[in-house]
């Protein structure tokens, strides 16, 4: 019980919880918030880090997917071309990236934290275009329904692919990369349908990562019980007030954090261009300051667009929700 309660318990079951309630909020993945918290934390090396929160998804993802399929709304067929796509690559991304790093844990932890930094700013970008795009189909009325589309093979078997090798080494893309790409692939999908196939894919995606993690870095059951004790609270509690929460603030502020943690990462690993030998917290500073500054503009002149104020605050209900939509759409 002492190896399992370590110093870094209590920080760890807090760092769970926050990130569970942003998750149950949001619906984004947890790996692209859960992972560079823990590593900040300084609770393990990267490796470590990825493997536990890869196990944790692997549990709690579980449990939304059983609810999603006991409702009906996953598209099963999709997902099991997702599933062949990504499974796979999720298998085989961390033996590759152990390959490359060579004999080295140093060599590999700064590998896998490059890897993390820049998957971390691929899902600011694709986070702040699901973003755009939600706001169009608010805006617009929402695509014509199709709850069973036809299945374009090829791109979805390379979209799982794609995203099972980007999970596989980092972590981060399940919840985020991927749900973009069915947004753009399947504009026909309502959104309970779109998170419903996600959740289902994701599953043996992150088992299939975290299956391969472990075997080549171990568990660490010290990182991986506070992990789940706190994530799964905190994602039943974001889900229950996420109807009433204005999603704006949340889901920008999801963009900027992503995006600092992303450059801190980066910076950490000692990308060339940022320099090998120093880090440069200004530098990381300088870069959230300015989101906070241009991130609220740039969005509100998008909203000015759509014919919209600059400013305001629908929930995260009615921005995902069809009949709010057709209620915008019909008083432009």
Sequence with gaps: MNDLIGDGFASI?????????????????????MTPALI?????DAATVVTADLTAAAIYKTGGAAVH???????LTLAKWLILGSVPMALLGPWLIFQIAGDSPETLDDLLKLCIGFALLLAAATYALRLYINLRRVRS?????????????????????????????????????????????????????LVGTDL?????????????????????????????????PGTILGSKIAPRVPQSVIRRGIVIVLTMSGVA??????????????THPMLIAGVGVAMLVFVPLIWGLIRRTQGLP???????????????????????
Excluded: C
């Design 13 to 33: 079951l807090v760092a769970g919880f926050l990130v569970g309630v942003v998750v149950g909020l949001t619906g984004m993945g947890g790996g692209a918030l």
């Design 40 to 44: 900040f934390l300084g609770v393990g």
């Design 69 to 75: 399929a006991r409702e009906g709304s996953p598209n």
């Design 141 to 193: 009325g929402a695509p014509e329904a199709d709850p069973t589309p036809h299945v374009r093979i090829i791109p979805t078997l390379l979209v799982g692919a794609a995203g099972g090798l980007l999970v596989g080494i980092t972590s981060v893309g399940s919840g985020s990369v991927i749900m973009i790409a069915l947004l753009m692939l399947y504009p026909g999908l309502s959104a309970v349908r």
């Design 200 to 232: 289902v894919q994701a599953v043996p995606l992150v088992l299939a990562a975290a299956i391969s993690n472990i075997a080549l870095h171990g568990l660490d059951w010290s990182i991986l019980v506070p992990l789940v004790l706190g994530s799964l």
């Design 265 to 278: 990462l980066l910076d950490k690993a000692g990308w060339a261009p940022l320099g090998e030998d120093e």
């Design 310 to 332: 600059m400013f305001g605050a629908p929930t995260v209900t009615e921005l995902d929700n069809v009949e709010y939509g057709e209620r915008a759409h019909e008083q432009r």
